[in-house]
């Protein structure tokens, strides 16, 4: 099992900014790959960002140049740095951890509960 612990959404006009947290608790190969995934309604549920251990990261097409994850292995915490956001990021965000990734998603993912970001003028 693994718990989280995550901070940070909230509501944001276009063009700014916001930066999500995630403290983890678990063994160190339930929580090897951090990430976030996002959910819009109606929509299915994407992969955003994920970094393992070692630093290796990944990114989906429509966040590159905008989103910068980060981790601090230290702590077990794993940041995503939003920058330059849009209307289309409005969603629900969920702080994700596994023993693997590829490109489009965590395997067999341990979830939290999720933080709410819009994007609105």
């Known amino acids: 099992q693994v718990q989280f612990t995550e901070s940070g959404g909230g509501l944001v006009q276009p063009g700014g900014a916001l930066r999500l947290s995630c403290a983890a608790s678990?063994?160190?190969?339930?929580?090897?790959?951090m990430g976030w995934y996002r959910q819009a309604p109606g929509i299915e549920r994407e992969l955003v960002a994920a970094i393992n251990s070692r630093g290796a990261k990944n990114y989906a097409d429509s966040v590159k140049e905008r989103f910068t994850i980060s981790r601090d292995n230290a702590k077990n915490t794993v940041h995503l740095q939003m920058n330059s956001l849009k209307t289309e990021d409005t969603a629900v965000y969920y702080c994700a951890s596994g023993r693997a990734f590829t490109a489009t998603e965590i395997e067999d993912p341990y979830w939290g509960r999720g933080t709410q970001v819009t994007v609105a003028s």
């Open positions: 678990g063994s160190e190969s339930d929580i090897y790959v």
